[in-house]
């Protein structure tokens, strides 16, 4: 990789408040950033990278999206026949070579939207896993992407992702097993289901039915901690994430209330939650004959909406780290729509827009346990960087048309995302009400 100067920009400094740093120069050497200094002085033995009139941020961290889809919305979310087929094709040979087609893809829509940090939290046949060990040998356009995956989810009989995305275990011992089959074959973190969600619930206000035992996630938590791996729950009620808290879990994702327990808990392990709005909101707010979702799933949205919401809340008020992901693939979440989930949590959580960045940078960083490697914009770290027309605080559309990405030190001049114009006239209309 060249060494690179990315001169004259206004840096955003994450670390600081989002504080404005005119006239600086960023200077990477491979995949590091080497040195960071006022703009003026020497960039000897470095190509140059003029940047006058842009703003730099860190790449983005996407901290839960699932990489097997591209957000069209569709009924094989809900079962039935359709879904039996999609099933039932990914098991063949063809399905294994259709995926991996589908992971690259998402990848590379992930990467050129400015998504520098990217986690899979739940595959199909070890999909992700195979794509990752790609990236990470430098092959392919999504080269210099940083990925972490989980393989596919566990979950107890019924739960979420069970007989699609999930592995299931029913006794302590079985989920301790599965952990370790996990790790063997190469995942980077663990997840657990514990809870219901949306697509399963069969009840209005049972999104997040308990479906794990308290037995069952320390187990799985006790296995995966002994093998150095973190425990990321897809958690959608309060009766969860007390389960959640208490037994070991790492970061909570989608989230609801948490009690002051809870959070104290989670906190002192260093754990974080994970707001995903980009699907809730639409499922919500549009209508089933748009989103394809029956009357109990659209009420059910608004459930894990308002819980989302409440756990942020929570989060903050008592020092926990909050971080966000897109759970693209779920219908109206596409693999480029990390800028809209910065809003949303900007402006439908109510947090604004300095506290949406840090949670979309430094939070997902902290989150992962990387936070001593990206991030943030400093000497040592990697060489991710946003390079944008306007400032995001004022702009925040901006983030939607990165001018250029910078990926583990690999720079996208010009990058470009294949964008499906019926959901985004979609989603667009979505958020003119905000």
């Given at each position: 990789?060249?060494?690179?100067?990315?001169?004259?920009?206004?840096?955003?400094?994450?670390?600081?408040?989002?504080?404005?740093?005119?006239?600086?120069?960023?200077?990477?050497?491979?995949?590091?950033?080497?040195?960071i200094?006022?703009?003026?002085?020497?960039?000897?033995?470095?190509?140059?990278?003029?940047?006058?009139?842009?703003?730099?941020?860190?790449?983005?961290?996407?901290?839960?999206?699932?990489?097997?889809?591209?957000?069209?919305?569709?009924?094989?979310?809900?079962?039935?026949?359709?879904?039996?087929?999609?099933?039932?094709?990914?098991?063949t040979?063809l399905?294994?070579?259709?995926?991996?087609?589908?992971?690259?893809?998402?990848?590379?829509?992930?990467?050129?939207?400015?998504?520098?940090?990217?986690?899979g939290?739940?595959?199909?046949?070890?999909?992700?896993?195979?794509?990752r060990?790609e990236?990470?040998?430098?092959?392919?356009?999504?080269?210099?992407?940083?990925?972490?995956?989980?393989?596919?989810?566990?979950?107890?009989?019924?739960?979420?992702?069970?007989?699609?995305?999930?592995l299931?275990?029913?006794?302590?011992?079985?989920?301790?097993?599965?952990?370790?089959?996990n790790?063997?074959?190469?995942?980077?973190?663990?997840?657990?289901?514990?809870?219901?969600?949306?697509?399963?619930?069969?009840?209005?206000?049972?999104?997040?039915?308990?479906?794990?035992?308290?037995?069952?996630?320390?187990?799985a938590?006790?296995?995966?901690?002994?093998?150095?791996?973190?425990?990321?729950?897809?958690?959608?009620?309060?009766?969860?994430?007390?389960?959640?808290a208490?037994?070991?879990v790492?970061?909570?994702?989608?989230?609801?209330?948490?009690?002051?327990?809870?959070?104290?808990?989670?906190?002192?392990?260093?754990?974080?939650?994970?707001?995903?709005?980009?699907?809730?909101?639409?499922?919500?707010?549009?209508?089933?004959?748009?989103t394809?979702?029956?009357?109990?799933?659209?009420?059910?949205?608004?459930?894990?909406?308002?819980?989302?919401?409440a756990?942020?809340?929570?989060?903050?008020?008592?020092?926990?780290?909050?971080?966000m992901?897109?759970?693209?693939?779920c219908?109206?979440?596409?693999?480029?729509?990390?800028?809209?989930?910065v809003?949303?949590f900007?402006?439908?959580?109510?947090?604004?827009?300095?506290?949406?960045?840090?949670?979309?940078?430094?939070?997902?960083?902290?989150a992962?346990g990387?936070?001593?490697?990206?991030?943030?914009?400093?000497?040592?770290?990697?060489a991710?960087?946003?390079?944008?027309?306007?400032?995001?605080?004022?702009?925040?559309?901006?983030?939607?048309?990165?001018?250029?990405?910078?990926?583990?030190?690999?720079?996208?001049?010009?990058?470009?995302?294949?964008?499906?114009?019926?959901?985004?006239?979609?989603?667009?209309?979505?958020?003119?009400?905000?």
């Open positions: 990789m060249k060494k690179t100067v990315y001169k004259n920009c206004t840096m955003i400094d994450i670390a600081a408040d989002g504080c404005l740093r005119a006239g600086t120069d960023i200077f990477t050497d491979g995949d590091r950033i080497a040195d200094r006022p703009t003026g002085g020497s960039t000897d033995g470095y190509e140059v990278y003029d940047a006058t009139g842009l703003f730099a941020m860190p790449g983005l961290v996407n901290a839960h999206a699932h990489l097997f889809g591209t957000g069209t919305p569709s009924k094989v979310i809900s079962g039935g026949g359709s879904q039996k087929l999609v099933l039932k094709l990914v098991a040979p399905g294994k070579v259709v995926l991996k087609m589908l992971v690259r893809s998402a990848c590379i829509q992930e990467l050129n939207s400015g998504v520098t940090t990217l986690r939290m739940g595959d199909f046949r070890g999909s992700d896993i195979a794509v060990d990236i990470r040998k430098g092959k392919g356009g999504a080269a210099g992407l940083q990925l972490l995956v989980s393989g596919p989810a566990l979950t107890a009989p019924g739960g979420h992702g069970d007989g699609t995305f999930a299931t275990g029913s006794t302590p011992e079985e989920f301790a097993a599965l952990v370790a089959e790790a063997a074959d190469g995942a980077d973190i663990i997840k657990i289901c514990i809870t219901g969600g949306v697509t399963d619930a069969k009840k209005k206000g049972e999104p997040g039915e308990v479906k794990m035992t308290a037995e069952q996630v320390r187990a938590c006790e296995k995966a901690h002994a093998l150095g791996k973190r425990v990321a729950a897809h958690v959608q009620s309060k009766e969860g994430i007390e389960i959640a208490a037994c070991g790492d970061t909570v994702e989608h989230g609801a209330h948490m009690s002051e327990e809870a959070a104290a808990a989670l906190k002192a392990r260093g754990g974080a939650v994970v707001a995903t709005y980009t699907p809730a909101y639409p499922y919500y707010k549009l209508p089933p004959s748009v394809k979702l029956d009357d109990v799933r659209v009420f059910n949205s608004g459930v894990v909406l308002e819980g989302m919401t756990c942020v809340k929570d989060a903050y008020a008592h020092g926990v780290t909050v971080a992901g897109t759970d693209a693939s219908p109206f979440s596409t693999q480029y729509g990390m800028w809209r989930e809003i949303y900007a402006r439908l959580g109510g947090f604004g827009m300095k506290k949406a960045l840090y949670a979309a940078t430094m939070g997902g960083a902290e992962l990387l936070a001593h490697t990206t991030g943030s914009l400093e000497k040592g770290k990697r991710d960087i946003l390079l944008l027309a306007q400032d995001p605080v004022k702009e925040p559309r901006t983030l939607s048309a990165p001018v250029a990405v910078v990926a583990g030190g690999r720079l996208i001049a010009k990058p470009k995302v294949k964008r499906n114009k019926n959901t985004e006239r979609i989603l667009d209309g979505l958020m003119e009400e905000f």
